[in-house]
T-cell receptor, first 113, second 112 residues
Framework: NAGVTQTPKFRVLKTGQSMTLLCAQDMNHEYMYWYRQDPGMGLRLIHYSVGEGTTAKGEVPDGYNVSRLKKQNFLLGLESAAPSQTSVYFC????????????FGDGTRLSIL | RKEVEQDPGPFNVPEGATVAFNCTYSNSASQSFFWYRQDCRKEPKLLMSVYSSGNEDGRFTAQLNRASQYISLLIRDSKLSDSATYLC?????????????FGAGTRLAVHP
């Protein structure tokens, strides 16, 4: 049972470089989310999607872009990485019911030098 | 004020102890509530949902007080394997969308 899969697991970038994080889910969920988690803080929502072809801003969207071209995939892009974006990134998905919990991928650890 | 606030911890308890975590939330329109567990450097995993009538799952009991906007988690007979960070999570359906708001977490360390 794959669930939610994130790639890559680890990455080190230099300031100004760009990259894309991929999230894939096989549960046919409508909703998908990208979070970042920093020491001593709760997970913060970057962007989310309520269905294929739709995206919306979360709590901390600046410096990130997303796309949901296929229902099962949600991509997070960093156009010009900054040290402040060093974090652990989690993708999650859920059905469209507000009572259902979210299922998380195992995270991407990203360091920006 | 944070939307979801938790006891900061850490809680250091011996095996077999009973420990309780508290959480308050600010949005009275919140519709569902969860406790997640997160091990060091791992993803959050659902521990249990929290229902209005209170619910129990083995050694874990969750309570919800909508009037006070308060959620609790009680762990009885603590095990070494219970050591983790416990996240209080509130699901708010607003603007037509389903959003989870996470507390910063309470760290639990169970020692022999």
């Amino acid at each position: 049972n794959a669930g939610v899969t994130q790639t890559p697991k680890f990455r080190v970038l230099k300031t100004g470089q760009s990259m894309t994080l991929l999230c894939a889910q096989d549960m046919n969920h409508e909703y998908m989310y990208w979070y970042r988690q920093d020491p001593g803080m709760g997970l913060r929502l970057i962007h989310y999607s309520v269905g294929e072809g739709t995206t919306a801003k979360g709590e901390v969207p600046d410096g990130y872009n997303v796309s949901r071209l296929k229902k099962q995939n949600f991509l997070l892009g960093l156009e010009s990485a900054a040290p402040s974006q060093t974090s652990v990134y989690f993708c999650a998905s859920s059905s469209d019911s507000p009572y259902q919990p979210q299922h998380f991928g195992d995270g991407t650890r990203l360091s920006i030098l | 004020r944070k939307e979801v606030e938790q006891d900061p911890g850490p809680f250091n308890v011996p095996e077999g102890a009973t420990v309780a975590f508290n959480c308050t939330y600010s949005n009275s329109a919140s519709q569902s509530f969860f406790w997640y567990r997160q091990d060091c450097r791992k993803e959050p995993k659902l521990l249990m949902s929290v229902y209005s009538s209170g619910n129990e799952d083995g050694r874990f009991t969750a309570q919800l007080n909508r009037a006070s906007q308060y959620i609790s988690l009680l762990i009885r007979d603590s095990k070494l394997s219970d050591s983790a960070t416990y996240l209080c999570v509130v699901n708010t359906f607003s603007g037509g969308y389903n959003k989870l708001i996470f507390g910063a977490g309470t760290r639990l360390a169970v020692h022999p």
